[in-house]
């Protein structure tokens, strides 16, 4: 059973390890195309609230 929680543990640890180093990676990715996206929501945004 230790064995097991053992390999259970690095699973866990590698998953973290990989979301760790992907989620910038994947952030980076969608700046390009998402920043003149949110430049066009975000710009009719305070008109519809008035």
Do not use: C, F, W
Not at 17 to 34: E, F, N
């Amino acid at each position: 059973m230790l064995t097991i929680k053992r390999y259970v543990e690095a699973a866990l640890l590698s998953v973290v390890a990989l979301v760790a180093i992907a989620t910038p990676t994947v952030m980076l990715l969608q700046d390009g195309p998402h920043v003149p996206v949110q430049i066009v929501v975000n710009e009719p945004l305070p008109g519809s609230t008035r």
